[in-house]
């Protein structure tokens, strides 16, 4: 049998049938669902008589449009309840589990899934959302779909797919201190260009992919969309296993030692072709700050801010111009430079416990500058909530001035209160700095946890010590 | 979904490369339970001047003029074309359902999104990739002339335009199929539900745990 990379065997393992022209029909093993996406997708079911295929596949969770502060009085916005309220009924008539805002268990549909257990090496996971890609940081094929494919999958189980082609992003050696997965996915991203993965199924590997820990792996799979890649994918080893072990919806018992048998076979084999291989050295990767209002518009924290003029290629320099006109920023100010209004630890990204360790470490016994308005940290979950309180992370935030909020998505595309106002600058842990993302007029600059939280005491980007 | 055969329309220029999903619908008119009646929200932030949302009358707004979906002709356009990447960014299938709202049957890029070159076939806007060149032309010949008009014919592949040779452009054979028939997929993977059910039952034997 010739070699095989991870995502064909990931594909083969899932192909129902495939059609003359190369459509496959794809079996979906684990079905993400938050309220956003999913109206239409069960109102589509309603209409036509049909009844989803599989309801135990279904995890189904608001986090979008909640609102990170108080909940005990509901959703002040009337259509962001109504969308939240729409999606409660939904799973109640369709006998769906889904964990109410209420639950300690909600949180971003990315966050909960691994947490729970739900997302497990050698699926196949979607979701109504192009972050899904962080799934596969758990050897599993996961990729973000619009609605008529959520209503598709509800509806068969299945989805048509064209199989992508095959792309290795390696980052050789050790990354040096300080130097995070979020740092390592922006520079890829520098590298691969915002288009660069579009049409390949993303596996990262290397040293320094394999060194980091899940959160982390998490954090490099889910921007691999901001490369223009639906999926990106992690070999499993003893980390993710590891991780996995005792969840509430992971195998137990003898299923578990089964499982863990099958999870040997979820890497690359050795001589399996890629269609394109891209190395990066970890070492000479330093902390990065996007600039523009695309994630490839990156540079690191000790550049200056590139200057169109000196790129050769038109419709590049033509969008780098409009990007600096937007940011408000001139070619050649040295990043550190840069005043930040607002700074929004959190989001699909950057939310789970150890990047609220990396960003409390920075924060500890430190002030928020006098000039941050705001200064937030939204964790990914209720239960990411409860295990930073009990290591008093809370407390450390609170004390150096940041707000502590209750578990959504919140700034990171601002469909909830948290926003930014027109012209007001902000350094976010989120995903995507495109504008009006996280407000009409924001701006927004992509950091790490430790940099955002560096921003928010010095009042501008600084360099983590 | 609406079948998608042979269309002649305005083609409105928007000359950017990586116009994204956030761009084509801002997030605050997501929050609609609905497929329909994102149109005059569609390209929200560069539309109109000022604020706008879900519970705001869009005739109370001022419109940008400078936007050229502001400007005629191009007001009246059914075909778009921009740059590459167009469509990347969030998965919503809103976006589509905004450019087809506004009047869009077809855009038009030297690369698309995957997401959103899915989702476009699934509500009958067709997504088509032209070469550079090709684009090139087109931009040209919209600023010599707006109102500069393209035909699309899905069966043939082919697009017709003044001033330049016949195009023959790609499509998927199964997407051209669900498409020149407007057809409900889901109700044709029905068909194989037989084949669905032998899978999970071999698979429930193979891998137990994820059943």
């Not at chain 1, 069960?42 to 009844?51: D, P, Q, T, V, W």
């Not at chain 1, 209750?406 to 995507?432: K, Q, Y």
């Not at chain 2, 005739?59 to 005629?72: G, K, S």
């Not at chain 2, 077809?106 to 990739?129: E, Q, W």
Request: overall charge negative; glycine content about 8%; hydrophobic content about 40%.
């Amino acid at each position: 049998m010739s070699a095989k990379t991870l995502y064909d065997k990931l594909w083969d393992a899932h192909v129902v049938r495939s059609e003359d022209d190369g459509t496959a029909l794809l079996y979906i093993d684990r079905h993400l669902v938050h309220e956003v996406t999913s109206p239409q997708a069960f109102e589509g079911l309603r209409i036509a008589g049909r009844k989803p295929w599989r309801a135990d596949s279904v995890m189904a969770v608001p986090d979008h449009n909640v609102p990170t502060t108080d909940r005990s009085a509901g959703i002040e916005d009337p259509v962001a309840r109504l969308q939240v309220q729409t999606l409660d009924s939904n799973c109640q008539e369709f006998g769906l589990n889904e964990f109410v805002m209420s639950d300690i268990r909600q949180g971003i549909v990315h966050v909960i899934g691994p947490e729970q257990g739900a997302t497990l090496p050698g699926m196949t996971v979607v979701c109504g959302d192009s972050h899904t890609s962080t799934h596969g940081a758990f050897g599993a094929l996961a990729f973000g779909i619009g609605t008529s494919e959520v209503e598709h999958v509800l509806a068969t189980q299945c989805l048509l797919q064209n199989k992508s082609k095959n792309m290795l992003v390696s980052v050789d050696g050790k990354a040096a201190d300080g130097v995070t997965a979020k740092d390592i996915v922006l520079a890829i991203i520098g590298e691969l260009g915002t288009a660069g993965g579009t049409g390949y199924a993303i596996e990262f590997g290397g040293e320094a992919i394999h060194a980091l820990s899940m959160e982390g792996r998490m954090t490099v799979c889910n921007m691999a969309i901001e490369a223009g890649a639906r999926a990106g994918m992690v070999a499993v080893d003893a980390t993710t296993i590891d991780y996995v072990k005792g969840r509430p919806y992971a195998p137990k018992a003898k299923l578990w030692d089964q499982a863990v048998a099958e999870w040997q076979d979820l890497h690359s084999d050795a001589g399996a072709k890629f269609d394109k291989t891209i190395h990066l050295d970890a070492a000479a990767i330093r902390p990065q700050v996007t600039w523009g209002t695309s994630p490839e518009m990156v540079v690191a924290i000790d550049d200056v801010v590139p200057d169109p003029d000196q790129e050769s290629d038109s419709v590049k320099a033509e969008g780098m111009r409009k990007a600096l006109t937007y940011m408000d920023l001139k070619a050649g100010t040295p990043i550190k430079d840069i005043a930040v209004d607002k700074v929004f630890i959190g989001s699909c990204t950057n939310s789970r416990i150890e990047d609220l360790r990396a960003a409390a470490k920075v924060a500890a016994g430190k002030q928020v500058a006098a000039n941050v308005k705001l200064a937030m940290v939204v964790p990914g979950s209720g239960l990411v909530k409860q295990q930073a309180e009990k290591e008093g992370l809370d407390k450390i935030f609170l004390a150096a001035g940041f707000e502590w909020r209750e578990p959504g998505c919140s700034m990171c595309l601002a469909m909830n209160a948290d926003r930014l106002e027109p012209g007001e600058r902000c350094a976010s842990t989120s995903n995507r700095n495109f504008e009006g993302r996280q407000g009409a007029g924001g701006r927004t600059h992509l950091v790490s946890p430790a940099m955002a939280a560096a921003a928010a005491i010095a009042g501008h980007f600084a360099d983590i010590d | 979904m609406q079948a998608f055969t042979q269309h002649t329309g305005i083609v409105a220029p928007m000359d950017r490369a990586n116009v994204d999903t956030d761009a084509i619908i801002p997030k605050q008119f997501l929050k609609s339970i609905k497929r329909t009646g994102f149109g005059p929200n569609a390209f929200d932030d560069w539309r109109y001047l000022d604020k706008g949302g879900p519970d705001i009358d869009n005739a109370t707004r001022r419109a940008n003029p400078d936007f050229v979906l502001n400007q005629p002709p191009f007001d009246k356009a059914t075909i778009l074309v921009a740059r590459e990447n167009f469509g990347c960014g969030s998965s919503r299938e809103h976006a589509v359902w905004a450019l087809e709202d506004f009047g869009f049957r077809a855009v038009l890029a030297p690369s698309f999104a995957d997401i959103f070159f899915n989702n476009s076939f699934k509500n009958g806007l067709l997504p088509m990739v032209l070469d550079a060149e090709t684009i090139d032309f087109i931009f040209k010949a919209i600023a010599q002339k707006p109102g500069f008009e393209i035909t699309i014919d899905l069966e043939t592949q082919t697009l017709t335009m003044e001033g330049y040779a016949l195009v023959k452009f790609e499509v998927d054979a199964f997407r051209k199929h669900c498409l020149l028939h407007g057809l409900d997929d889901i109700a044709l993977t029905l068909q194989h539900a037989d084949e669905i059910k032998a899978y999970e039952k071999k698979r429930s034997q193979e891998t137990p745990w994820l059943f």
